[in-house]
């Protein structure tokens, strides 16, 4: 059912009470409250749908902890099997055999190994140690260069991977920029084909908006998006259900800087790291739809010292599918 729907029934019902109490159908002081709870209820409908936090309308992804995993973590090492460790108390253990102890000494910086393939199943932490604090950074609304473009150079540079919802439209255009995403690590995923508010679009358009990106970014990839962040990060239930049927996972944030704002690199800063804490997702933009005409480099001069400072404080910097990778058993 659609968030407009709900709204409609309670703002009507609301009107019909005052009516009948006016008229005398029903007491005025009953009509009244009644009616009030149902211009809530309709109101509250609309907050759940708009606001990006909560489960209201269906199962969205708005911490790491909410992405799909059974609790353990694989660590490959040159020479040597896999081996994994079970998690306790829901932290993330790591252990890395004796022969990964070169890996293990880049890890222990907060770094990852370089590029590999397309680096797909990277996991590793330091040897021995138990590591619990986990961050992701996400963007959005790209790609758009040369923005994207220096920022997947402060990536490269700092040897983290991180999650990149896009806008079909402006993949199209910039193939190349999401072939590099793929290659270097970082996880795909889908803003929309156009970005629109799915609230108000009818079921077709849904439908027909998911599919068309779907499919042009795995023309691009060679793999179909997993992960979907609504424009806005509006949802009600029939949104939900056109991600399900897509097998789309619904991803949110939990910080928000609001960096699109025009706010500078330093109190974008400030922002995430106040709000930053085991799990978070963080949501920024190398992106300006649909215009694309303001500057993302306040986001981009933001991200080199936001890494420093989150690894200072003990986090581990991942993408979406790294941090489900981490998880995972081997031959699961």
Same mark, same amino acid.
């Given at each position: 059912?659609?968030?407009?729907?709900?709204?409609?029934?309670?703002?009507?019902?609301?009107?019909?009470?005052?009516?009948?109490?006016?008229?005398?159908?029903?007491? &005025?002081?009953?009509?009244?409250?009644?009616?009030?709870?149902?211009?809530?209820?309709?109101?509250?409908?609309?907050?759940?749908?708009?606001?990006?936090?909560?489960?209201?309308?269906?199962?969205?992804?708005?911490?790491?902890?909410?992405?799909?995993?059974?609790?353990?973590?694989?660590?490959?090492?040159?020479?040597?099997?896999?081996?994994? +460790?079970?998690?306790?108390?829901?932290?993330?253990?790591?252990?890395?055999?004796?022969?990964?102890?070169?890996?293990? +000494?880049?890890? =222990?910086?907060?770094?990852?190994?370089?590029?590999?393939?397309? &680096?797909?199943?990277?996991?590793?932490?330091?040897?021995?140690?138990?590591?619990?604090?986990?961050?992701?950074?996400?963007? $959005? !609304?790209?790609?758009?260069?040369?923005?994207?473009?220096?920022?997947? !150079?402060?990536?490269? =540079?700092?040897?983290?991977?991180?999650?990149?919802?896009?806008?079909?439209?402006?993949?199209?255009?910039?193939?190349?920029?999401?072939?590099?995403?793929? +290659?270097?690590?970082?996880?795909?995923?889908?803003?929309?084909?156009?970005?629109?508010?799915?609230?108000?679009?009818?079921?077709?358009?849904?439908?027909?908006?998911?599919?068309?990106?779907?499919?042009?970014?795995?023309?691009?990839?060679?793999?179909?998006?997993?992960?979907?962040?609504?424009?806005?990060?509006?949802?009600?239930?029939?949104?939900?259900?056109? +991600? =399900?049927?897509?097998?789309?996972? %619904?991803?949110?944030?939990?910080?928000?800087?609001?960096?699109?704002?025009?706010?500078?690199?330093?109190?974008?800063? &400030?922002?995430?790291?106040?709000?930053?804490?085991?799990? =978070?997702?963080?949501?920024?933009?190398?992106?300006?739809?649909?215009?694309?005409?303001?500057?993302?480099?306040?986001? %981009? $001069?933001?991200?080199?010292?936001?890494? $420093?400072?989150?690894?200072?404080?003990?986090?581990?910097?991942?993408?979406?599918?790294?941090?489900?990778?981490?998880?995972?058993?081997?031959?699961?």
């Amino acid at each position: 059912m659609r968030v407009l729907c709900i709204m409609g029934v309670c703002y009507l019902a609301a009107l019909v009470l005052l009516w009948a109490g006016r008229r005398g159908k029903i007491s &005025r002081k009953v009509a009244a409250v009644v009616s009030a709870v149902c211009l809530l209820a309709g109101s509250g409908a609309l907050a759940a749908a708009v606001y990006p936090i909560g489960n209201s309308y269906g199962k969205t992804v708005n911490r790491l902890t909410d992405l799909s995993g059974n609790g353990a973590v694989v660590v490959p090492s040159p020479g040597s099997a896999r081996t994994t +460790a079970p998690l306790p108390d829901g932290a993330a253990q790591k252990s890395v055999p004796e022969s990964g102890m070169a890996i293990s +000494a880049a890890a =222990a910086s907060g770094e990852l190994p370089g590029p590999k393939d397309n &680096r797909e199943n990277v996991s590793v932490i330091s040897s021995g140690t138990v590591h619990d604090k986990w961050i992701a950074l996400t963007f $959005d !609304d790209g790609p758009y260069p040369p923005y994207t473009d220096r920022l997947l !150079d402060v990536l490269k =540079a700092k040897r983290i991977h991180a999650t990149f919802f896009l806008v079909a439209e402006q993949a199209q255009q910039y193939p190349e920029l999401v072939q590099r995403m793929t +290659a270097e690590g970082h996880t795909v995923g889908l803003h929309a084909f156009r970005h629109r508010d799915f609230l108000k679009l009818t079921e077709e358009e849904k439908r027909k908006d998911l599919e068309q990106g779907k499919n042009l970014l795995r023309d691009i990839t060679g793999k179909n998006p997993v992960y979907w962040r609504p424009p806005h990060g509006f949802r009600d239930f029939s949104v939900m259900e056109t +991600a =399900a049927a897509q097998n789309l996972t %619904v991803v949110n944030w939990s910080v928000i800087p609001r960096d699109w704002t025009g706010i500078d690199s330093q109190e974008i800063f &400030r922002r995430v790291m106040d709000k930053a804490d085991d799990g =978070a997702i963080v949501l920024l933009h190398d992106g300006d739809s649909p215009g694309y005409k303001a500057s993302r480099q306040a986001t %981009v $001069d933001a991200v080199a010292p936001l890494i $420093d400072s989150l690894r200072e404080k003990g986090y581990h910097l991942v993408s979406l599918e790294e941090y489900v990778q981490a998880e995972k058993r081997p031959g699961q």
